[in-house]
């Protein structure tokens, strides 16, 4: 059974950074690709950022392109996004997602995380 929980999210002041993670159970890593989706309030959930399973490329949404950087630790299972410059605009309920492609189509995610809530104040 795979699991994803996410962890790292918190209120932090605009202009600054946080890292979110998710830790994946099941051996994931190499049957799928990992994904970071958001909703923020009142908002549809919005792609953000994947990773192909073999950790050779990356993808961003234009939104947040240079500023935010997914990685992955395959010894600890884990996911990260870590965010930079962040905005009120980021605020957002972030989940991690794995799934058939590394991008914005929610159809083909397979398992997800409940998600965990970023708040950027101004």
């Known amino acids: 059974q795979v699991q994803l929980v996410e962890s790292g999210g918190g209120l932090v002041q605009a202009g600054g950074s946080l890292r979110l993670s998710c830790a994946a159970s099941?051996?994931?890593?190499?049957?799928?690709?990992m994904n970071w989706f958001r909703q923020a309030p009142g908002k549809e959930r919005e792609f953000v950022a994947g990773m192909l399973w073999s950790a050779t490329s990356t993808f961003y949404a234009n939104s947040v392109k240079g500023r935010f950087t997914v990685s992955r630790d395959g010894a600890k299972n884990t996911v990260y996004l870590q965010m930079n410059s962040l905005t009120p605009e980021d605020t957002a309920v972030y989940y991690c997602?794995?799934?058939?492609?590394?991008?914005?189509?929610?159809?083909?995610?397979?398992?997800w995380g409940k998600g965990t809530l970023v708040t950027v104040s101004s």
């Open positions: 099941g051996g994931i890593f190499n049957t799928y690709h």
């Open positions: 997602a794995a799934g058939w492609v590394a991008g914005p189509k929610e159809d083909v995610m397979v398992y």
